[in-house]
């Protein structure tokens, strides 16, 4: 079965930088949500996006944004990039009409 | 603030019995819960879910219990396997009772638990 698909898996970028994280949710699936996971950490919720449209936003922070294409795949757009932002990032979709999340693999997203 | 609470760090559990995770929320707006297990270097994999409308829901080795007046639920499983060595998230969402789709979920910290042959 199709899963959630992240790119790249791995990204190396230095302080003040940007990085673009992609993610193709399972095919029908019309809700995307963002998570960061630092070391250590839970996942924390960013944003979400239900039928292209911002749905629910969490902790992202300002130099964070994201958007959901037309064909349902998201972006997500990190500029001035700090050290702190050195953390898994990952992607999940959903049915809007359900809770159950399903999870990418994740980027893992490493700032020097 | 943590909404959600998963208090035990990690769990040690022989193979063969029964191992419980625990997990506690404070905020009552929540009407729709999850578990997740997490394997190193994976995504979150859902495991089993429960509406607030139920208090207990089961597939095959997993059973989880909602006791929504202790804003507390668990999970079981039984009997533990050494592939269930993974860490379990706890995870809770609302919106889903208005009818306006779930909300981000808030995840526990998570319960690492280990499996002992």
């Known amino acids: 079965a199709a899963g959630v698909i992240q790119s790249p898996r791995h990204l190396i970028k230095e302080k003040r930088e940007t990085a673009t994280l992609k993610c193709y949710p399972i095919p029908r699936h019309d809700t995307v949500y963002w998570y960061q996971q630092g070391p250590g950490q839970d996942p924390q919720f960013l944003i979400s996006f239900y039928e292209k449209m911002q749905s629910d936003k969490g902790s992202i922070p300002d130099r964070f944004s994201a958007q959901q294409f037309s064909d349902y795949h998201s972006e997500l757009n990190m500029s001035s990039l700090e050290l702190g932002d050195s953390a898994l990032y990952f992607c999940a979709s959903s049915l809007a009409s359900r809770a159950e999340a399903f999870f990418g693999q994740g980027t893992r997203l490493t700032v020097v | 603030d943590q909404q959600v609470k998963q208090n035990s760090p990690s769990l040690s559990v022989q193979e063969g019995r029964i191992s419980i995770l625990n997990c506690d929320y404070t905020?009552?707006?929540?009407?729709?819960f999850l578990w997740y297990k997490k394997y190193p270097a994976e995504g979150p994999t859902f495991l089993i879910s429960?509406?607030?409308?139920?208090d207990k829901n089961e597939d095959g080795r997993f059973t989880v219990f909602l006791n929504k007046s202790a804003k507390h639920l668990s999970l079981h499983i039984v009997p533990s396997q050494p592939g269930d060595s993974a860490v379990y998230f706890c995870a809770a969402s609302a919106g889903l009772s208005s009818g306006g789709g779930a909300d981000g979920l808030t995840f526990g910290k998570g319960t690492h638990l280990i499996i002992q042959p």
């Open positions: 905020n009552s707006m929540f009407d729709y």
């Open positions: 429960i509406s607030s409308i139920k």
